[in-house]
């Protein structure tokens, strides 16, 4: 029996530090522009991809990890550069779990090569489930797919709200309705190919942080899509619509099983962030001379320092504790998985919040990237489900009951 360590191995320190040296070398200092401009950072793309950070290979070194660790760490290290163009590179990873969580063998070797292109010319995905009316209710999508015999295509026709890549991405994966009455049990999702007709973006949608990570809303008009691109393939689909029809119990459903694979890796994200102000702020404190001496040595302040550094390391714990559990088939019997996402991004925003307060007049400028932080932080207390979705999913987990 092997002594119970929380060291992590040569293999994950050496993926830290790869990975944070790339932030610290590239993202960094490409920042506060690619933030400014609000467009996605095509060449830090690249460079990505020139090192192998960017592509299916890196996604699966990092998934194969049986700790579940490595893509945590990886998230953490790129996101504590900048969250912007973290997402922007990691964004395509929520259209490649989707597909590896509902695939098949022969559809993740068609499609996700495709989603990252190669280090000459990279591409990016775009995974679409939420819609305007249909957001933590993913049971009232009205995104619609039926299925044309005549031809083997499936034709889907709707809209898409909040798309990473949405729009500009090679391959979209998209959810819809096939059997509406089922709710969210009677949904499918598709892969939608490169320049399919009827498929279309808005223009970026204009945000409060991640800004250099493009959004947009999608439309879809009477799509069609060979009956190959349905994920897990039409025998799979109507077994599962059998088994909801007649009231038996469901595997899953498509865009749930797609969060439950990347909650922890996101509440990871939000660590980086939180981790980058509270960093940036501790320094500024031994800097900042006030009434002759660093404002550090002042109580409120190395309190307040104290309490960020410990929500992140609490958060932290409940980031391995969930990626662990996912990789190695726990069942997340106390909504572990929530909890860990939930916690992370609700630190991400106090400890932003309070960074800013540290540097006072100056954390409210955008000579400080503090500011960037702020702004970028609020997010991971609403997309991949709301603060009050996790909640929600705790409280039923460990009630038994279903609260609404």
Known sequence: MPEF??????EQRDLRDWVHGFAADVVR????????????????IQEAAKIGLYGFEFLANTWGDPTGLSLCLASEELFWGDAGIGMAIFGTS???????????????LEWVPQCFGDAADPKVAAFCTTEPEAGSDVGSMKSRARYDEATDEWVISGQKAYATNGGIANVHVVTASVEPELGSRGQAAFVVPPGTVGLNGSKKLK???LRASHTADVFLDDVRVPGRCLLGGKDALDARLARAREGRKAQGQAAMRTFELSRPAVGAQALGVARAAYEYALEYAKG?????RPIIENQAIAFTLADMRMEIDAARLLVWRAAWMGRNNRPFEAGEGSMSKLKAGEVAVATTEKAVQ????????????????FRDAKIYTIFEG???????????????TYIR
């Open 288 to 292: 900042r001379v006030q009434f002759g």
């Open 5 to 10: 360590s929380l060291d992590l191995n040569e």
């Open 358 to 373: 540290i540097l006072g007049g100056a954390g409210f400028l955008r000579e400080h990237p503090v500011e960037r932080w």
């Open 94 to 108: 929520l259209a490649v779990a989707a597909i590896y969580a509902s695939g098949t063998p022969d559809q993740m």
């Open 29 to 44: 200092p490409a920042a506060a522009e690619w933030d400014a401009r609000e467009e996605t950072p095509w060449p830090v």
């Open 386 to 400: 709301t603060s009050e979705i996790q909640r929600l999913v705790v409280a039923r987990a460990i009630s038994g």
């Open 207 to 209: 945000k409060l942080g």
